[in-house]
């Protein structure tokens, strides 16, 4: 609908914004009920090996995150610590004005494989109105997170298992694939 058919911009962002917050209130327990059919799917794709799979995937990726406002939302932000890598570094240490070394003081740590991830949770970059204070030199695992809009998605089906239990966009990914494919 269009501003002259009498919704406003802001009233679909405002369902956009409940649909995200309800979707992400009951996310646990949705992922976990669906999980089993999930993983069962998954191994029916890569036994067929769908030529389209990441043309459809990119689809349905598109029309979610037409209906999922992540600023609703900001989990992956508030829960997940993301590696950062040198390039990532970097990047911050040019956005903050600040030398690596010290990015690496203020904000990381080393976690137990070894990588870099911020010392502590919630993102040290998350504001208040879940907007990210670095958004354009954010880390690539940032970038690309839930990671449903990448090319060979077969390769990702554990992480996106994993990450629909984080991200109400991830979770509809998954369920709209499957209705998709099996319809």
């Known amino acids: ?11 679909l962002q405002k369902q ?3 649909f995200t917050i309800d979707l992400l209130q009951n996310l646990d327990v949705l992922a976990r009920k669906a999980e089993p059919s999930t993983r069962d799917f998954f191994k029916q794709l890569k036994r067929k090996k769908n030529v389209k799979l990441d043309t459809i995937v990119s ?3 598109d029309e979610v995150f037409e209906k999922i406002n992540c600023l609703a939302c900001a989990n992956c932000c508030k829960t997940l610590g993301p590696r950062i890598t040198d390039t990532d570094i970097q990047r911050l240490a040019k956005a ?4 690596p070394g010290k990015v690496i003081d203020t904000y990381l740590k080393i976690d137990e494989d070894n990588d870099y991830v911020f010392k502590s949770m919630p993102c040290p970059f998350l504001m208040a109105d879940n907007y990210c204070m670095v958004y354009d030199s954010r880390p690539k695992a940032c970038k690309d997170y839930p990671h ?3 090319k060979r998605f077969e390769q990702a089906f554990q992480v996106t298992i ?3 239990y984080t991200c ?3 979770y ?3 369920e709209e694939l499957k209705s998709v494919l099996t319809a």
């Not at 609908?1 to 009233?11: A, L, Q, R």
């Not at 903050?96 to 030398?99: A, C, D």
Request: glycine share 6%; proline share 6%.
């Open 96 to 99: 903050l004005k600040m030398k």
């Open 168 to 170: 109400p966009a991830a």
């Open 148 to 150: 449903t809009n990448r």
């Open 172 to 174: 509809l990914v998954v």
């Open 59 to 61: 689809g349905i990726h």
């Open 162 to 164: 994993k990450n629909s």
């Open 16 to 18: 956009s914004d409940t």
């Open 1 to 11: 609908m269009t501003p002259e058919e009498g919704v406003s911009f802001d009233s």
